[in-house]
């Protein structure tokens, strides 16, 4: 390991499985682990990370300029997610701080999840189960409880990286449905293995009669399904968004399906998260809402651990970190 006499220091911002925190062990670093099941405050995150030399976060950590600013000593900051829109990159790069990261492993775990979402939305399946805990479930109906096929119907993926193209595989096999997607750059595999084609981001809104969004959030997504891309999309539409609440307006959302813009929706993110309990979507008959479980089984979160430990070693020990953000923060050191 290099540089430090004592051991490396790391704070472990949440319980986190098992796996990844135990080869930190056998690699000799001192591993102080909030033990809290609430996030710290990011108060209690600075004063807990002046006293370490790197963290391991997730997403309800606040990594902004103060933050990053008030830590500078950290060498760096290993995050269990795929996204980090929760960090400042530029300034973590600029304070020459490496960020680590927990890609691929979770694309088919999160893929499973928009699937899901798509299938239960189109036959009302959330609202179903509800309907029956309350006794309202009388007789076979033949014109009730109708949702929609989703055989030989379009999907139209919104940022196709490694998470849309296991959606596209999944839409593809089990239903045959064409598929359409918006991207900055175009995604050859996806073409080649799905016939999959590029269109802009109207032509999207307008010939999907599945939209499901992954891309990450920034500065240009954030907001971007507002009332006019709802009002675009088809009244047959249904939205399925398992990347970043943000992207979404909720607002714009609620009402785009109480005015029937769109047919329906499913989210496993939401914002803010969690969602109030009271909030009018979740009693909605064609929307479906989980909370924020993407990555959720036991082997993709034990894959995330594993990732995000390996990054601190490889850190330590040879000025590796075998998935990182921001590269460049390596290259002077
Ligand atoms: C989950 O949302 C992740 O970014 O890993």
Request: charged share 25%; with cysteine; hydrophobic share 40%.
């Amino acid at each position: 390991m290099i540089k430090k006499q004592e051991a490396v220091k790391v704070l472990v911002s949440r319980i986190y499985p098992e796996i990844g925190i135990e080869l930190l062990r056998k690699e000799g670093f001192k591993l102080t682990t909030w033990q809290e099941d609430r996030p710290m405050t990011q108060p209690e995150l600075i004063k807990a990370a002046r006293e370490n030399n790197a963290l391991l976060c997730t997403m309800t950590e606040n990594i902004d300029k103060h933050f990053l600013n008030e830590c500078k000593h950290l060498d760096i900051i290993s995050q269990f997610a795929v996204g980090f829109d929760n960090i400042d990159i530029s300034e973590a790069t600029r304070l020459g701080i490496p960020v680590g990261f927990t890609p691929d492993v979770l694309s088919e775990a999160t893929a499973d999840v928009a699937f899901g979402l798509m299938i239960a939305t189109s036959r009302k399946m959330f609202h179903l189960h509800k309907t029956i805990s309350r006794g309202e479930w009388s007789y076979f109906r033949p014109t009730a409880n109708l949702g929609i096929d989703l055989k030989d119907k379009t999907l139209g993926i919104f940022g196709l990286g490694r998470i849309g193209i296991e959606m596209a595989k999944r839409c593809k096999g089990a239903y045959n449905m064409k598929i359409i997607y918006c991207n900055r750059t175009p995604n050859k595999k996806a073409e080649e293995l799905f016939d999959a084609r590029l269109v802009n981001f109207n032509d999207l809104l307008k010939q999907s009669d599945v939209i499901s969004v992954h891309c990450t959030l920034t500065d240009q997504t954030k907001g971007l399904f507002d009332r006019t891309a709802f009002d675009r999309m088809k009244p047959t539409a249904i939205f399925i968004n398992t990347a970043r609440g943000p992207v979404h307006n909720e607002q714009a959302l609620t009402e785009a399906l109480r005015n029937g813009s769109i047919w329906g929706a499913g989210l496993d993110v939401t914002n803010p998260e969690p969602m109030h309990p009271g909030n009018p979507l979740l009693s909605m008959e064609n929307v479906s809402v989980l909370p924020h479980i993407g990555s959720a089984t036991v082997e993709t979160r034990n894959k995330m651990s594993r990732l995000a430990a390996e990054n601190i070693i490889g850190f330590y020990k040879n000025m590796r970190v075998p998935n990182i953000v921001n590269p460049e923060t390596l290259t002077n050191k």
